[in-house]
């Protein structure tokens, strides 16, 4: 009996994985008996893997099977590679998932410096104004009710946070659309409003650890659909000159209410191993240039554009000593502001899209025809989107000032 017979009678004895039971680290440790324990190759292993997959529930895909054969090949055994190879029968055992680590790889870190030659001239070209000509719409035309429509499919809910650590709905947590999200008003919200990136079916489901109940789990999510990249050490023009680059499905760009910018990126894997071996291609490269890797998971919350951040939890040393947490409120509430959207995106960096647009001639042309008889608003809605562009935008903002005080005369 040859080596991969003997692999194939081995794998054939052990159970089935099944979700929900251990089944990613079964199936993981079924690649590390083929690869590190019978020494066979990932592609020697991959057929009697994809034989072992037709009796899991439900089984895994052949990107999955071969990411996990990719892992195995990286792991360690303790017993030493190919210590199954001289001839062993299989037998059951409980502390299996002791045999084989993956050696944790030296982790990626933040480089400015090659943030910065990356960004290279584009870091002073790119700004709201350049990615709102972009746009598939307006950003300033775009509620965050507008926004949530977009990106997700008629009957999707989607999971909406006041609270961001909130997993109770009804309490710091609504379902988009059953609740409208909400945009403006006083204070109820004062660190800003989150969605989860994931839609979800809108009921609760067993956490891993402890018997606790959430809305907001994997087991909730209906779609994989979004990676959230963001950053909080990047120099913000420096990070948007870089993402633009990138051959990326960019799905939204859009500011946190404070230094960082979110970007929503379009992935669609079809499980959660799919979407994790989609994320493990992009984390060295995103992390060198800024992202956040704690953030880069697959149930991630973010920012929603369109609603007010009141202020922000800082963390502080108190007179003992002791590390607390403060709320410092904003002089004035700032806008979770969108800055690009297009539900649709191609594969492809955002400085190959062509201008559908000009955002600031659209505006100022507007601004100086006035105000429709029939407009209800007195043209507010136009000093709105003069508003939105005035920060970065001369002309914009010069419009603004001639309307207000045309307004006030």
Known sequence: MDLIERAARYIGKMPPAISGQGGHNLTFHAACILVQGFGLSPEQAFPILAEYNQRCSPPWNEKELRHKLTGADRAVSVKGRGWLAKGAEWTPSKDWRDYHAIPEPPKPQFEAEKLAKFSGEWAKRIDLVWLANRSSLDPATVSAAKFLELLYAPGEKVCVFTQE??????????????????????????????????????????????????????????????????????????????????????????????????????????????????????????????????????????????????????????????????????????????????????????????????????????????????????????????????????ECAAELQAWKEGAAR
């Open 165 to 394: 650590y909130s997993a109770t709905i009804g309490a710091g947590v609504t379902l988009w659309p059953d609740t409208p999200p909400p945009e403006a008003g006083p204070e109820p919200r004062p660190c800003g409003v989150w969605y989860m990136a994931q839609p979800v079916d809108g009921r609760y489901h067993p956490t891993d650890e402890g018997d606790k109940m959430s809305c907001r789990n994997h087991r909730a999510v209906t779609a994989w659909r979004y990676l959230v990249i963001e950053s909080d050490e990047a120099d913000t023009r420096q990070w948007l000159g870089a993402i633009v680059q990138l051959p990326l499905r960019i799905a939204a760009m859009y500011s946190s209410g404070g230094r960082s910018v979110h970007a929503l990126v379009r992935v669609d894997a079809r499980t959660k191993g799919e979407w994790d071996a989609e994320r493990d291609k992009l984390r060295t490269a995103l992390t060198v240039l800024g992202a956040d890797p704690k953030t880069l998971t697959a149930v991630r919350l973010t920012r929603l554009p369109g609603c007010l951040r009141h202020g922000k939890m800082v963390n502080f040393v108190d007179g003992d000593g002791q590390k607390k947490k403060r709320y410092d409120r904003f002089p004035r509430p700032k806008l979770q502001k969108l800055l690009y959207v297009n539900a649709r995106p191609d594969l492809a960096p955002l400085i190959d899209v062509f201008a559908r647009r000009d955002v600031v001639q659209d505006w100022c042309t507007l601004a100086g025809n006035g105000a429709a008889d029939s407009d209800e608003t007195g043209g507010e809605w136009i000093a709105n989107g003069l508003g939105y562009y005035a920060g970065v935008s001369a």
